[in-house]
Every structure is written in structure tokens, then in C-alpha cells.
């Protein structure tokens, strides 16, 4: 099975995952066109668990 951000799954785990946050901060400051100064990940979604 082939996994992608285009993946509603994917795209949690990914922006979900401890040591991400600078990725989703990122995103989230491009979308919403704001600047974020921290982001916290309170739950991260675990893939292996998912399937």
C-alpha cells in the first residue's frame, strides 16, 4: 500500500507526529496566511495502529 500526503490518514499522522511541528506551523501559516508562534502536539496518531 502506497501512503501520501493526499491521504486524510497520512496527512494526520504526518502533521500529527512529535518533532513535526515545524512542518505543520509551516502549512498552517501558508494556508491561514497568519504568523504562529508555537505549536503544541498534544495526541500524536500512531499509522501502524490505523491498519
Given at each position: 500500500?502506497?501512503?501520501?500526503?493526499?491521504?486524510?490518514?497520512?496527512?494526520?499522522?504526518?502533521?500529527?507526529?512529535?518533532?513535526?511541528?515545524?512542518?505543520?506551523?509551516?502549512?498552517?501559516?501558508?494556508?491561514?496566511k497568519?504568523?504562529?508562534?508555537?505549536?503544541?502536539?498534544?495526541?500524536?496518531?500512531?499509522?501502524?495502529?490505523?491498519?
Amino acid at each position: 500500500m502506497e501512503l501520501n500526503l493526499k491521504n486524510d490518514i497520512t496527512f494526520k499522522a504526518f502533521f500529527s507526529r512529535k518533532g513535526n511541528e515545524k512542518f505543520l506551523r509551516e502549512f498552517l501559516e501558508a494556508l491561514l496566511k497568519i504568523k504562529i508562534k508555537k505549536i503544541t502536539i498534544k495526541e500524536e496518531v500512531n499509522l501502524e495502529k490505523l491498519f
